[in-house]
């Protein structure tokens, strides 16, 4: 073969190549993912995460009780679902009580920040909130989250005489900035199971910002019963929660709590303050209960009736009826105008007198033993007619401070002088 042939061989297959070129169809013009094989931009293994949320919650509720919602967060793909966030903005009708797990973010807006949920897994969240009307309560609750690819790019050594990138951090709030908390509680150490116990917790801010979002709950034992709460505390089975909003630096807050125990040893509760950026502060208080003490009085008058210038005597019994003693008794009574004090049977001190009669106070007698019983005796003149009332108030450790157990008997004393003098003039009459 010449080497002209040659060369018009060459030049026929170069053109039949780039007409061939020329009228095939531009690469991008197919859509991505077409049947005809190319690749598609998704990976196919693994899909992408489909995160799906479910609430199950009462379909009514007596108006008063608190609503329990189960969250249910589920990953239904085999891929990993990052920042996973559920969120739910509190209906305007209802107030937080507690969830578990404890919300990351509360607020207006309470935030749950799940992180990474693996490919199937399942997270629950139940959330009870407490309404404070009677209007029905619609409550939202939605999830977000990021599916992404992380990759790694090898740098080459940095060219002589070049510097290193300047890495800005990221602004923030300093650690001396925070918020401080203090947190304490003042209560009895000791207490009986019947008797209701009375605590104060007290949480200062110390810190040089404002706290935001603070929480205070406080988690009781299973043995502790709430009987009150200071507002705005709200109290769901064992827990007590205060929603206080932001605390400025140097605010304190004070709140009441009141509780029984339902068995003797002894039993304990964490108070915790929270509040955003991760401020917290957490203290226990416990309290020794002994067995149930428990008192009854008697008073009684020896008579019913009783004319002026007579006299009688009112016996006090004081009866110890529980399994665990009395300690440190006291009994006031108080003798109206209509009875003249004589004597009784224990020592006692007379109070300043009052218009009405006066008081007078026994000697503190330091224990009853359970199941025994102590008698105090007042004697006294009748000196007045009418409807009169002998008074007694009993303290005892056992008994809430301030509230005394009263005991009142009513005698009814007659005036019979002027019918004697009458009588006795008759008779010197009838005489002469």
Same mark, same amino acid.
């Given at each position: 073969?010449?080497?002209?042939?040659?060369?018009?061989?060459?030049?026929?297959?170069?053109?039949?190549?780039?007409?061939?070129?020329?009228?095939?169809?531009?690469?991008?013009?197919?859509?991505?993912?077409?049947?005809?094989?190319?690749?598609?931009?998704?990976?196919?293994?693994?899909?992408?995460?489909?995160?799906?949320?479910?609430?199950?919650?009462?379909?009514?509720?007596?108006?008063?009780?608190?609503?329990?919602?189960?969250?249910?967060?589920?990953?239904?793909?085999?891929?990993?679902?990052?920042?996973?966030?559920?969120?739910?903005?509190?209906?305007?009708?209802?107030?937080?009580?507690?969830?578990?797990?404890?919300?990351?973010?509360?607020?207006?807006?309470?935030?749950?920040?799940?992180?990474?949920?693996?490919?199937?897994?399942?997270?629950?969240?139940?959330?009870?909130?407490?309404?404070?009307?009677?209007?029905?309560?619609?409550?939202?609750?939605?999830?977000?989250?990021?599916?992404?690819?992380?990759?790694?790019?090898?740098?080459?050594?940095?060219?002589?005489?070049?510097?290193?990138? $300047?890495?800005?951090?990221? %602004? #923030? =709030?300093?650690? /001396?900035?925070?918020? @401080?908390?203090? *947190?304490?509680?003042?209560? &009895?150490?000791?207490?009986?199971?019947?008797?209701?116990?009375?605590?104060?917790?007290?949480?200062?801010?110390?810190?040089?910002?404002?706290?935001?979002?603070?929480?205070?709950?406080?988690?009781?034992?299973?043995?502790?019963?709430? $009987?009150?709460?200071?507002? %705005? #505390? =709200?109290?769901? /089975?064992?827990?007590? @929660?205060?929603? *206080?909003?932001?605390?400025? &630096?140097?605010?304190?807050?004070?709140?009441?709590?009141?509780?029984?125990?339902?068995?003797?040893?002894?039993?304990?509760?964490?108070?915790?303050?929270?509040?955003?950026?991760?401020?917290?502060?957490?203290?226990?208080?416990?309290?020794?209960?002994?067995?149930?003490?428990?008192?009854?009085? /008697?008073?009684?008058?020896?008579?019913?009736?009783?004319?002026?210038?007579?006299?009688?005597?009112?016996?006090?019994?004081?009866?110890?009826?529980?399994?665990?003693?009395?300690?440190?008794?006291?009994?006031?009574?108080?003798?109206?105008?209509?009875?003249?004090?004589?004597?009784?049977?224990?020592?006692?001190?007379?109070?300043?007198?009052?218009?009405?009669?006066?008081?007078?106070?026994?000697?503190?007698?330091?224990?009853?033993?359970?199941?025994?019983?102590?008698?105090?005796?007042?004697?006294?003149?009748?000196?007045?007619?009418?409807?009169?009332?002998?008074?007694?108030?009993?303290?005892?450790?056992?008994?809430?401070?301030?509230?005394?157990?009263?005991?009142?008997?009513?005698?009814?004393?007659?005036?019979?002088?002027?019918?004697?003098?009458?009588?006795?003039?008759?008779?010197?009459?009838?005489?002469?």
């Amino acid at each position: 073969m010449s080497m002209k042939t040659t060369t018009s061989l060459v030049r026929m297959i170069f053109g039949i190549a780039l007409f061939a070129a020329l009228t095939a169809p531009f690469s991008g013009s197919e859509p991505v993912g077409s049947p005809n094989g190319t690749d598609d931009c998704l990976p196919k293994d693994p899909p992408p995460p489909v995160v799906k949320i479910k609430v199950r919650v009462p379909a009514s509720a007596e108006p008063g009780q608190p609503i329990e919602y189960r969250i249910c967060v589920e990953n239904c793909s085999t891929a990993e679902a990052h920042h996973v966030v559920v969120k739910n903005a509190l209906p305007g009708n209802a107030k937080f009580v507690k969830s578990d797990p404890e919300p990351t973010k509360q607020g207006p807006e309470l935030q749950w920040n799940l992180g990474t949920v693996g490919g199937g897994a399942l997270r629950e969240i139940v959330l009870v909130l407490q309404p404070t009307s009677k209007d029905d309560v619609k409550n939202c609750v939605r999830v977000q989250f990021e599916h992404g690819v992380c990759l790694v790019t090898r740098l080459s050594a940095l060219p002589p005489g070049s510097r290193p990138p $300047v890495i800005t951090p990221v %602004p #923030g =709030v300093k650690p /001396e900035d925070l918020p @401080v908390f203090d *947190l304490s509680v003042r209560g &009895p150490k000791d207490q009986y199971t019947n008797l209701p116990s009375k605590y104060e917790i007290t949480l200062t801010n110390k810190g040089k910002t404002k706290a935001m979002n603070t929480q205070v709950n406080v988690r009781l034992a299973d043995k502790l019963k709430t $009987v009150k709460a200071s507002d %705005p #505390g =709200v109290a769901v /089975e064992n827990v007590v @929660v205060w929603n *206080l909003g932001h605390l400025e &630096p140097g605010a304190t807050k004070l709140f009441e709590l009141t509780l029984r125990a339902t068995d003797k040893g002894e039993h304990c509760f964490q108070a915790t303050a929270k509040a955003d950026l991760g401020v917290t502060k957490e203290v226990e208080f416990c309290t020794k209960f002994a067995g149930a003490a428990a008192m009854s009085i /008697e008073m009684f008058g020896r008579e019913g009736a009783l004319f002026v210038g007579g006299k009688t005597s009112y016996p006090v019994v004081i009866k110890s009826q529980g399994s665990e003693p009395l300690t440190n008794i006291e009994l006031r009574a108080f003798i109206p105008v209509a009875l003249k004090l004589e004597r009784a049977n224990v020592e006692f001190d007379e109070l300043e007198p009052v218009k009405e009669g006066r008081w007078i106070k026994f000697k503190k007698m330091p224990k009853i033993d359970g199941n025994a019983q102590v008698t105090y005796e007042i004697f006294v003149e009748a000196v007045q007619a009418g409807v009169t009332r002998m008074h007694v108030e009993v303290v005892a450790d056992q008994l809430e401070v301030g509230r005394p157990v009263i005991e009142e008997e009513i005698t009814n004393i007659v005036d019979d002088r002027e019918k004697v003098k009458v009588k006795e003039l008759s008779r010197t009459k009838v005489q002469q």
